[in-house]
């Protein structure tokens, strides 16, 4: 639990007052563009950079006067940090040496941690003849070694190469549910936050903006930042025309149109609002549908096909709108110029804005 | 970026102009031996005399004669003025300098001028016993009366002296012992002697101003220093012991191959007038014209005998003993 | 472009054809001439040093060498100087380590300054300290007079403390260079499996930092054994090589044996520099992180914290200390003697006049130097012909070399026709030159890394010849690098010593041995003076550099003092 949490660097706060609650057993990702605080804010767990005030309490103990090593947190860098003069068991068993375990107990655990992140065998190994990914598992290992209640992971998938890293995730996914071990996990890739995440943090500027789980942080982004950080999206601005109760629905007047929507949260006539609006949500078709979804006229301005699905940047009265068509070989390929409709579904999450 | 670089070699250029201006009309290039004050005394003396500039860096005796030997026989230098007795007479057997029957040295002693004219000695100098006078009152200690007082212990390690390899002084001193009390008894004197020296400077007017501070209570010094620092205040006492002081000239010749063979013989006949011997004198040397010595006054100090021809011929086999003796310390 | 095919291009008349040939072949044409240049100015010296040590009245003989080895006198000479060399290192590392500790992950209140005066000593001539200490400790010094002491500076135990100082800057500025590129994260890693600060600096930090320390010892250890000043001037009756050489040659013109000494001399020097070399290419175990990135403060425990704080602070009270007495000195007649302030010492004229000196030698050693510098770093990394590595080992080796075999080397090499240059005063700005060749060169070399070749290539694509894009391209961008390796060596050619003791001529003396001559005379207001202005000179220079350093972006600091002085 992070309490009210507060840290400046020479004048510059970096963390304004950041407080949260982590349950335990859960896998929490904080996620940002740089320089949002994230790390700062991991290291502040870890007990590795001292803050202004603010309160850091495990299982109901405040432990933010107590070095790194007396909590029991481990912290996983984000270039692992591994001892290169050291081997690989020589790495893990680092802390338990430390604790004056017994050789033999240590050689167990070695083996046993080695086995539990599929490196058997290679205890005996230097650092620096190990791949990437190997090393990476090396780190989580050496965390793991002294059974922390908290794992913190510092863009652990960063230094890895595109198709290791999508590998690598779901192995420390499955490793943490496992395990069962409380989680932080910190990047700023927001695909590998969304893939992996119980709950979502997501930060800017030192102030966490919107705490949720994946689905939440996606389709109900609390402010146009969360939005537009996760994935693309369309943004049209708006004013609300009309809020009828039964059925519950509501119009807004936008530059393409007037949208119907359903709203989430009380509207009133007149308010500045914002339709957040995923491109894959929208269908585009060229004739004209049927159902009583918003529909919108436009033209295509530019069409890419990337295989899995086709890109579409469409113009609709002047505005630019962005459509990922899935499969396309259905409705086959649209073309430059050419003149089709788009329908927008009701169920639109809408901004309020002032 | 251009007028960076043009800059940069303007300076270049200017230096080297500089330098250049160095190699001037009416200078005269040469290793002086007398203690560095004195040597630019007799440099201003000569210039204002005659308008030559004498071109010296201060070298002990020693260093002179290794630059002199070394650079044989395509000399750095037009003339030497200011040198010991070992390397004028060795010049003059090497074919080293040349021979000017200068005008102003006719008559002179054969003491001060070479028969055949090669060699000229500006002044003879001494070395004397010097102590610090508050030094000693503290310490309840007489200046030494004699010699052999100073092997007494009680002296050890407050005695400093010239190294013979560098100071024509020490070179001096090491004869003027030798001669003293013959080469067996003279060695075993100045291995006694040794025990007490502090250390062993580079020139030989070190002595006069170390122990003028006070950092040692005697020395064996140089006589050409010791009037100046009893005129500037220093604390000095200074004695003749009563067996006797040595003594040794300074000799100027002119170096073969000097493109300026009229400057040097200037030079020359500058030495040999009564003026310069009374700047001399007055300094507390001895001198080819007689000329009341400020330092010794009226008495003239007991001199031991000496052979100085002989003393030259020695010097090479004296310094390898006295390496062998007394360069084996360590700590 | 090879010779047939320049022949056989149709050009107007014969001139053309040479000039063509010099514009291809003028990358060679230039390396031949930069070896030829090298080879006379520091192959040829050390040559004859050499030869000299082994000839004998007929012919090669080791006799010498066997003098050398049986002779109490100089062997002990040998083991002195090991000695002193090896104090001095481990002393030296010590200090700097704690030092360089600090200021990386100590408080922040406390690094600035602590830096600043642990590199201190690098604007001062080594023998300063030789100065400061007889004004504390010699015979008349203030401390002996206000303690009583007994002790003399004069011998071993001076020279250890006064090459100490002078070096600690060395060993600090390296190993605080590895520190900082050491990954903090390796020891916030082994802090938080539970390992006190004592555990980590044992476990984890020295032995990464092990390449780097032992680098920083080598080096040391050469500066140590080669200076020549501090030694000279309180080395008493005890014997080190440097001055000994000083003393063969000078003092008694024994050349044999003074070229023996200054053999025996050059080998550890030599070893260490290939050494030294090759331990640039071992084994990189502190570069997993990147970039050299100064840590967060810690907390460092009491157990670490105090001792490195007392051993910085100890060091650095001694280095100001020193500073402070030789400024003061410059003021008093006799300071601790007779303390009346005067400006006699400041004023005098000879030794102003030996400034002025050592300022024009140092000018055009500077603006060849430099120019040489640059030529050479573009002709190692843009040629590619057979040798190149060894001109690059050969301008760089003047560095590694003690500046009293140089001296040696130079004064037997020049001193007969046609080679005659003792004597003379560009004698002593040619040795200047190439002794500091390697900060340009280095310079050089690594301002030309950052060119990318292909924008020259894009120069002659667009149509220039060699020259054009040499004169419009290159040499603009390496501007910086010029400037870099003239300040520099303008900055260590006015202090240095070594060498230029056996090589100036009556009449024109150089500031450092105005000073080194006044030292041992006694006369340590003017050797003060004389140095403090020294002092201020190459202040102003690294003013300058800093200035340059900042509008160009090019960082020359880290170039600073490793050569023998």
């Known amino acids: 639990m992070l309490n009210d949490i507060h840290k400046s660097y020479d004048h510059l706060e970096v963390l304004k007052g950041i407080s949260l609650d982590v349950t335990k057993g859960e896998l929490v990702t904080f996620v940002g563009p740089s320089g949002c605080g994230k790390t700062t804010l991991l290291r502040v767990i870890g007990g590795f950079t001292p803050f202004d005030s603010g309160e850091v309490i495990l299982d109901g103990q405040r432990i933010d006067h107590l070095p790194p090593n007396l909590r029991d947190t481990r912290i996983c860098f984000q270039n692992y940090a591994l001892f290169p003069h050291m081997t690989v068991a020589e790495n893990i068993s680092y802390g338990l040496k430390i604790k004056k375990w017994k050789k033999n107990k240590i050689q167990e655990r070695v083996e046993e941690l080695l086995r539990l992140v599929k490196l058997e065998g290679l205890g005996g190994r230097m650092i620096d003849k190990l791949s990437g990914g190997q090393q990476q598992r090396v780190a989580v290992a050496r965390a793991l070694s002294l059974e922390p209640k908290v794992l913190l992971l510092d863009e652990p998938l960063s230094n890895l190469d595109a198709n290791l890293r999508l590998t690598m995730r779901g192995e420390i996914r499955k490793l943490q549910e496992r395990l069962k071990i409380t989680t932080i996990f910190v990047t700023h890739d927001q695909f590998e936050a969304m893939s992996i995440s119980d709950r979502i943090v997501v930060m800017k500027e030192g102030v966490i903006q919107q705490i949720g789980s994946p689905i939440e942080i996606y389709e109900q982004p609390e402010n146009e930042f969360i939005a537009s950080f996760v994935g693309y999206v369309n943004f049209l601005d708006g004013v609300v025309e009309r809020v009828d109760i039964r059925p519950n629905m509501a119009t807004v007047s936008t530059p393409v149109g007037e949208i119907d929507f359903v709203p989430e949260r009380n509207f009133n006539v007149g308010d500045k609002v914002k339709l957040v609006i995923r491109p894959e949500t929208i269908n585009i078709s060229r004739s004209e549908p049927t159902t009583g979804d918003n529909i919108l006229q436009g033209e295509v301005e530019i069409g890419m096909y990337v295989g899995s699905l086709a890109k579409y940047t469409v113009q609709v009265k002047g505005e630019r709108m962005i459509i990922d068509q899935t499969n396309p070989r259905e409705t086959g390929i649209f073309k430059e110029n050419e003149k089709i409709y788009l329908t927008i579904p009701k169920n639109i999450h809408v901004l309020r804005k002032n | ?331 | 472009m090879a010779m047939a095919e320049i022949l056989s291009i149709p050009q107007r008349n014969l001139w053309e054809k040479i000039k063509t040939f010099i514009n291809a072949e003028l990358i060679h044409i230039l390396a031949a001439i930069l070896f030829l240049l090298l080879a006379i100015f520091l192959l040829y010296p050390i040559l004859a040093v050499l030869i000299k040590s082994i000839k004998g009245p007929e012919g090669l003989t080791l006799s010498y060498y066997a003098k050398f080895f049986t002779k109490g006198y100089y062997f002990q000479s040998l083991l002195n100087t090991l000695m002193l060399g090896f104090i001095n290192t481990v002393v030296c590392l010590t200090v700097g380590f704690c030092m360089a500790y600090l200021t990386t992950r100590g408080p922040l209140s406390l690094r600035k300054p602590l830096k600043f005066i642990t590199m201190m000593p690098l604007i001062a001539p080594p023998y300063l300290f030789a100065i400061s200490l007889i004004i504390l400790f010699g015979r008349n010094g203030i401390l002996t007079k206000a303690f009583g002491l007994n002790w003399s500076i004069y011998g071993f135990s001076g020279v250890v403390i006064a090459q100490t100082l002078a070096f600690i800057p060395l060993a600090y500025l390296m190993i605080e260079n590895t520190l900082m590129s050491l990954n903090p994260n390796l020891e916030e890693s082994a802090y938080d499996l539970g390992a006190s600060e004592t555990r980590i600096i044992r476990t984890i930090t020295i032995p990464l930092l092990a390449p780097g320390i032992l680098k920083a010892g080598l080096l040391v250890f050469v500066m140590t054994i080669a200076e020549f000043g501090n030694a000279a001037i309180l080395g008493g009756r005890t014997p080190f090589l440097a001055p000994d050489t000083y003393q063969m040659i000078i003092g008694e013109a024994d050349f044999e044996m003074g070229s023996v000494l200054s053999v025996i001399l050059i080998i550890p020097c030599i070893i260490i520099f290939f050494l030294h070399s090759y331990l640039l290419t071992g084994k990189k175990f502190t570069t997993i992180g990147g970039k050299p990135v100064a840590s967060e403060p810690r907390k460092m425990t009491p157990l670490v914290k105090i001792p490195f704080l007392i051993i910085s602070c100890l060091a650095g009270l001694v280095i100001l200390i020193s500073f402070g007495v030789v400024f003061i000195s410059s003021f008093t007649r006799l300071l601790g003697v007779k303390n009346e302030i005067v400006f006699s010492h400041i004023l005098n004229f000879d030794s102003n006049r030996a400034i002025y000196n050592s300022i024009q030698v140092s000018l055009v050693a500077a603006f060849i130097g430099a120019i040489i510098g640059t030529l050479l770093a573009y002709v190692i990394v843009r040629g590619k012909f057979f040798g190149r590595t060894f001109i690059e080992m050969v301008s760089l080796s003047g560095f590694a070399l003690p500046g009293t075999v140089i001296g040696i080397g130079y004064l037997l090499a020049f001193n007969t026709p046609p080679f005659k240059l003792t004597g003379g005063i560009m004698i002593l700005a040619l040795n200047c030159v190439f002794r500091f060749l390697a900060v340009g060169v280095e310079a050089g070399i690594s301002k030309l890394h950052q060119i990318n070749i292909e924008i020259e290539e894009a120069s002659a694509d667009l149509g220039a010849n060699f020259m054009t894009t040499f004169y419009k391209i290159v040499l603009p961008i390496m501007f910086p690098a010029f400037i870099a390796g003239f300040i520099y060596t303008f900055m260590t050619a006015i202090v240095s010593l070594s060498a230029v003791v056996f090589l100036v001529s009556p009449g024109f003396e150089l500031a450092a041995v105005k000073i080194f001559d006044a030292a041992a005379y006694g006369e340590i207001g003017i050797a003060s003076a004389t140095t403090m202005k020294l002092v201020v000179i190459v202040i102003f220079c690294m003013v300058i550099l800093n200035f340059i350093t900042k509008r160009t972006g090019f960082d020359v600091s880290q170039k600073k003092r490793s050569v023998t002085v």
């Not at chain 2, 201006?21 to 204002?48: C, D, I, T, W």
């Not at chain 2, 170390?210 to 009037?227: A, M, Q």
């Not at chain 2, 030495?271 to 330092?295: C, D, I, Q, R, W």
């Open chain 2, 1 to 331: 970026m251009r007028g960076k670089l043009g800059l940069a070699m303007f300076i270049a250029i200017l230096s080297v102009a500089f330098m250049m201006n160095h190699a001037q009309a009416q200078n005269v290039r040469a290793y002086m031996g007398l203690s560095p004050e004195n040597n630019v005394k007799v440099v201003n003396f000569v210039k204002e005399k005659t308008g030559i500039s004498i071109l010296q860096t201060f070298q002990s005796f020693g260093e002179i004669e290794a630059k002199v030997k070394s650079e044989a026989p395509n000399f750095n230098a037009d003339m030497i003025t200011g040198c010991g007795s070992p390397l004028a007479f060795m010049a003059k057997k090497n074919g080293w300098s040349v021979a000017y029957d200068s005008p102003e040295w006719k008559g002179m002693t054969s003491e001060f001028i070479d028969k055949e004219k090669f060699w000229f000695n500006i002044s003879n100098f001494s070395f004397v016993l010097v102590g610090n006078r508050d030094k000693l009152k503290e310490k309840g200690y007489a200046m030494p009366k004699s010699w052999k007082e100073l092997l007494d212990p009680k002296w050890k390690d407050q005695i400093v002296m010239s190294s013979p390899f560098s100071s024509g002084t020490a070179n001096m001193i090491r004869f003027s012992f030798l001669a003293l009390y013959g080469e067996e008894q003279g060695w075993k004197f100045i291995e006694a002697l040794d025990k007490n020296i502090h250390h062993y400077t580079r020139s030989g007017n070190a002595p006069t101003d170390l122990v003028g501070r006070g950092e040692f209570l005697l020395g064996i010094t140089s006589d050409e220093n010791v009037k100046d620092r009893l005129d500037k205040g220093f604390p000095l006492l200074w004695a003749v012991p009563e067996e006797g002081i040595g003594y040794d000239g300074t000799f100027a010749m002119i170096l073969k191959g000097t493109k300026v063979m009229d400057v040097c013989k200037k030079v020359i006949d500058v030495f040999g007038t009564p003026e310069f011997s009374k700047m001399m004198a007055k300094m507390g040397y001895v001198t080819p014209h007689p000329a009341p010595n400020a330092l010794y006054g009226d008495k003239t100090p007991k001199y031991i005998k000496l052979d100085l021809g002989y003393a030259a011929e020695m010097r090479p086999k004296w310094n390898d003993v006295w390496k062998e003796k007394f360069r084996t310390e360590f700590k």
